[in-house]
T-cell receptor
Framework: GAVVSQHPSRVICKSGTSVKIECRSL??????MFWYRQFPKKSLMLMAT?????????EQGVEKDKFLINHASLTLSTLTVTSAHPEDSSFYIC???????????FGPGTRLLVL | GENVEQHPSTLSVQEGDSAVIKCTYS??????FPWYKQELGKRPQLIID?????GEKKDQRIAVTLNKTAKHFSLHITETQPEDSAVYFC????????????FGAGTRLAVHP
C-alpha cells in the first residue's frame, strides 16, 4: 500500500515552454501533497504544500506564479513549471500524506531538462 | 522554524561493520522523526521513524534513538551490507502549520565488500 506515482518520469523542453508534472496517490486519499526540488547530491528542498481544495502554501523564495500547483482531488496534484528556463532543470519529487497521518510517501520523481 | 543538521556527509564502512548517522533539530516541539533511504535516481524510501514518546525503535538491522533533551536522534545500521549503500536523510516534523518535514542534508553511505 501507500503508492505514489509521478508522470512523466523525465521530460525535455525548450526554454519558454510550460511543463506539467502529475503526482497521484494510487491506493490512498492524500489530503496533503508536498512538492520538492532536489539538485544533484543535495537534499530535498520543499517548494510548496498542497492541500486538496485549497490554495498551495509556498516556501519562501519560491515563485508561485512560476510554479503553479493544483490539488483538485484527493488523489491528484499537479505542478506546472511555467515559462521554463535552463535554471529550472532539476529533479522534482512529490510526496503524499493521508489525513492526519505523519508519514509521507514519495513519488519516483521527474527529471526536467530545459534546453 | 525547524532546522535539522546531519552528520557525517559521507560515511564509508566495511561490510559487516556498523554505521551511525546523527542528526540534531532545533524545534523542541517537534515530535516525529523519520529516516529515508534514497538510492541513486530513485525516490526516498521510509526505512524507520520514531515519535517523541519513545527513546528507541528497532527494525531488524536498523535502529533509531532519540534524545529529546539534547534534541538529537541517530540512525544505527548493524551488519552493513553492500545494498545498504545509498544516501540517508533524517527529517523532523515541524510543529504547527501543515506539519511539513524538514530534511537534513543527507549522508552518503558506502559499504565496501
Amino acid at each position: 500500500g501507500a503508492v505514489v506515482s509521478q508522470h512523466p518520469s523525465r521530460v525535455i523542453c525548450k526554454s519558454g515552454t510550460s511543463v506539467k508534472i502529475e503526482c497521484r496517490s494510487l491506493d490512498f486519499q492524500a489530503t496533503t501533497m508536498f512538492w520538492y526540488r532536489q539538485f544533484p547530491k543535495k537534499s530535498l528542498m520543499l517548494m510548496a504544500t498542497s492541500n486538496e481544495g485549497s490554495k498551495a502554501t509556498y516556501e519562501q523564495g519560491v515563485e508561485k506564479d512560476k510554479f503553479l500547483i493544483n490539488h483538485a482531488s484527493l488523489t491528484l496534484s499537479t505542478l506546472t513549471v511555467t515559462s521554463a528556463h535552463p535554471e529550472d532543470s532539476s529533479f522534482y519529487i512529490c510526496s503524499a500524506r493521508a489525513g492526519t497521518e505523519e508519514t509521507q510517501y514519495f513519488g519516483p520523481g521527474t527529471r526536467l531538462l530545459v534546453l | 522554524g525547524e532546522n535539522v543538521e546531519q552528520h557525517p556527509s559521507t560515511l564509508s564502512v566495511q561490510e559487516g561493520d556498523s554505521a551511525v548517522i546523527k542528526c540534531t533539530y532545533s524545534d523542541s516541539a517537534s515530535n516525529y522523526f523519520p529516516w529515508y533511504k534514497q538510492e541513486l535516481g530513485k525516490r526516498p524510501q521510509l526505512i524507520i521513524d520514531i515519535r517523541s514518546n519513545v527513546g528507541e525503535k528497532k527494525d531488524q538491522r536498523i535502529a533509531v534513538t532519540l534524545n529529546k533533551t539534547a534534541k538529537h536522534f541517530s540512525l544505527h545500521i548493524t551488519e552493513t551490507q553492500p545494498e545498504d549503500s545509498a544516501v540517508y536523510f533524517c527529517a523532523a516534523k515541524e510543529s504547527g502549520g501543515y506539519n511539513k518535514l524538514i530534511f537534513g542534508a543527507g549522508t552518503r553511505l558506502a559499504v565496501h565488500p
